[in-house]
């Protein structure tokens, strides 16, 4: 058992902290104007109200502007390589159950090289949370389309328009199974709060898609649905077991058609009680599936909130029980007799 186990077994209560106490030292080195700040303050804020320990906290980046996070937070972290912090994460939450394991990432990072580890990760449900900063851009590179930029986006790697149907974020978790969704963006501090203590409060993977403006190389992104002026007719808030409706009079709503897909209409059409009323406990991720499609790009109403909070045995958990009852049936594992069984040679 760990110190902090021990600690933690013995009654120990958490120190109180403040938002000083979780941040380092470093000098923040983002862009001045760069979205990450405010992301950053946020989590800052957070932290001490989740009433967990610095020394039992871990961030793990990859590659990236989002990946200079760990250094900024009071906390033990990793700078890890390119795509690669879900997998690094997965083997410390699952070997350290004792600690918090957050993962900050970005669209290029998790989306391109590290594809394959964030829905493995998401898919089999390890108890990380991950955060993924999404600004439709190659920022750290110098501005080369990333795997969510939209179709006909012209950069420095593609200077006739990209041709590729990006990512949506949520529809890829979604589509592994991920058991907790969900999206905030960096011009609302509070609501990001709110989304990452939910996120954060989730016994397994959860996965925060979050909207960051890269105001160098993909200024504005955005700005059709965050700006000030445009939020109340462009955001769509989620809120469980409530119609979903938006609008500075909430005079716009989502309906359910038989068919399944899901259309924003204007309520006085429609009348309240044919809206959808939103489930993010709803055990199949289908209709999540359809809320998270219903905006083809950050220019039409968009869903934020969460989408998707369902309970499933948490992988970490399941791999711990399956190593007590083999140890109960055979015994402890003998490592020298490993090592020197089936076929081996003696080298001298």
Request: one cysteine or more; proline letters at 6%.
């Amino acid at each position: 058992m760990t110190d902090l186990a021990h600690a933690e077994e013995a009654g120990v209560p958490v120190p109180l902290t403040t938002r000083k106490d979780w941040s380092s030292d470093q000098e923040v080195r983002w862009c001045p104007g760069c979205g990450d700040y405010s992301i950053l303050s946020a989590v800052q804020m957070l932290m001490p109200d989740l009433g967990v320990r610095r020394e039992s906290t871990v961030f793990l980046s990859g590659i990236g502007c989002a990946a200079r996070f760990p250094y900024y937070m009071n906390t033990y972290g990793m700078h890890s390589i390119h795509g690669r912090a879900p997998a690094i994460a997965t083997g410390l939450a699952t070997t350290r159950p004792d600690l918090d394991v957050w993962v900050v990432t970005g669209d290029g990072d998790s989306l391109s090289i590290g594809g394959n580890h964030l829905i493995h990760a998401l898919r089999r449900n390890v108890n990380i949370t991950i955060l993924l900063f999404n600004n439709q851009i190659y920022g750290l590179t110098k501005g080369q389309y990333s795997p969510t930029s939209e179709v006909a986006k012209v950069t420095k790697s593609t200077p006739f328009g990209s041709l590729e149907q990006p990512f949506n974020p949520l529809s890829l978790a979604l589509g592994a199974e991920a058991t907790f969704v969900a999206r905030t963006h960096d011009m609302d501090r509070k609501h990001m709060i709110e989304t990452f203590r939910r996120a954060h409060a989730h016994g397994g993977a959860s996965f925060v898609e979050i909207y960051q403006n890269c105001n160098v190389f993909n200024d504005g992104a955005f700005e059709e649905i965050t700006g000030k002026e445009h939020r109340s007719d462009m955001l769509i808030p989620l809120v469980h077991g409530e119609p979903i409706r938006f609008g500075a009079e909430a005079e716009h709503g989502v309906v359910l058609h038989r068919d399944g897909s899901v259309e924003v209409v204007e309520v006085a059409d429609v009348g309240e009680p044919a809206l959808l009323v939103h489930d993010e406990h709803r055990d199949n991720p289908g209709l999540a599936f359809q809320l998270s499609r219903l905006s083809r790009g950050p220019y039409e109403p968009t869903p934020i909130g969460v989408f998707r909070d369902v309970e499933r045995p948490e992988y970490g958990a399941g791999m711990s029980r399956q190593i007590e009852e083999s140890k109960a049936k055979r015994g402890p594992g003998d490592l020298h007799a490993l090592l020197r069984s089936g076929s081996s040679w003696t080298v001298d």
